[in-house]
């Protein structure tokens, strides 16, 4: 067994930002990582996923990303290859291979047991973040439809689906964006399917104005003032250019959802009916934390109540990551960094 400050759990871009932070200040602390090699979520996206920001605004604390060659929107591969170099670059200690099962109380200190060890912290930051955990509705026929179906993190090309009927579900960026992926190869019958019309951010919106939003509307929310909605009164959908070249071109337009499924499609409101041989749920994800089941923390809709990324019920835990209710865009590169700092600062506090 080995004791440390701090426990980090999770090695993406969350718990890299967190090891950055502690390390500034002067904490004992250790990363463990679930993932073979570094570069965590990012390393098994699909192939054309692009991020929103140009590479000087999708960067880590003390290292700015690179930018990529003839593009302005880095690529999935590129930010894997940034992540392990900022690994490398700081001398993180992140043990990959290292799942954390659980983690439990034990007197004045918590017990992270992992694949490759247990460990007693005084502290323990879960980073861990969505991804492993995508999310499927609960729609009426899914058992039954005899086709292929697979979520955001399944899905890879459109050479998987060549000559295919493909049903898209979801009206957010993931769905829009593998749509227009499908579409503009030109070789599968794309049909883009949402509860609501989508709705695209104007063009000269990207994940810069993103942050800044998201950051303004959590001032306003923690100084009482009114919620306007932040990015919501602007829309869902960041129009990158492979989104544009397909809406523009008449490719990517939406149906309502459909009523059920049926054993080799769909069937419509209006009760006609079409067939269908892969459908694609991108549907979004759940904060993966069932490592922390063992504390009993959870609260309405799955999350842990927090104050900051600290959690009501045990002050010696942090989540980091997650979405806006555990900081202002801190599941994005560029919104990490923040939150990372103060949860550092806090548990240097505490300690």
């Not at 034990?106 to 007693?120: I, K, N, P, Y």
């Not at 227009?180 to 019958?189: I, K, S, T």
């Not at 942050?211 to 009114?226: E, M, P, S, Y």
Request: net charge neutral.
């Amino acid at each position: 067994m080995s004791s440390t400050d701090v426990v980090v759990i999770g090695g993406g871009q969350a718990g890299l930002a967190a090891g950055y932070h502690l390390r500034r200040q002067g904490l004992d602390f250790v990363v463990l990582d679930a993932g073979a090699v570094p570069g965590g979520a990012w390393q098994h996206t699909w192939d054309s996923l692009h991020l929103f920001s140009p590479a000087a605004y999708s960067s880590l604390p003390g290292r700015l990303m690179p930018t990529q060659a003839g593009e302005i929107y880095p690529g999935a591969g590129h930010v894997v290859d940034y992540l392990a170099d900022y690994e490398k670059r700081y001398d993180l200690p992140v043990q990959h291979g290292s799942r954390v099962n659980a983690v439990r109380r034990d007197t004045d200190r918590l017990m992270v047991e992992a694949d490759s060890g247990t460990w007693r912290a005084r502290t323990v930051i879960s980073a861990t973040g969505t991804w492993s955990r995508p999310f499927l509705p609960a729609v009426p026929g899914r058992s039954t439809f005899t086709g292929r179906q697979l979520h955001t993190v399944n899905y890879r090309s459109p050479t998987d689906f060549a000559e295919q009927r493909v049903i898209v579900v979801g009206g957010g960026n993931s769905g829009a964006q593998i749509a227009a992926d499908l579409a503009l190869d030109g070789h599968v019958e794309v049909t883009w399917v949402s509860q609501r019309p989508p709705r695209f951010l104007p063009e000269d919106i990207d994940g810069r104005a993103l942050f800044d939003i998201a950051t303004a509307r959590r001032r306003d929310l923690d100084a009482g003032r009114d919620d306007t909605g932040g990015v919501a009164s602007l829309g869902d959908i960041v129009a990158v250019p492979p989104l544009r070249t397909a809406r523009d071109a008449g490719l990517l337009t939406t149906k309502p959802m459909f009523a059920e499924l049926t054993a080799t499609g769909v069937r419509w409101a209006d009760g006609s009916q079409s067939d269908a041989d892969a459908v694609i749920w991108c549907t979004g994800f759940r904060p993966a934390l069932s490592h922390l089941a063992a504390l009993n923390l959870r609260g309405p809709r799955g999350h842990i109540p927090t104050d900051g990324t600290r959690a009501l019920g045990e002050p010696r835990l942090h989540l980091l990551g997650y979405g806006d209710w555990t900081g202002p865009a801190s599941a994005t590169l560029i919104g990490v960094g923040r939150t990372a700092r103060d949860t550092a600062r806090a548990i240097a506090q505490l300690l």
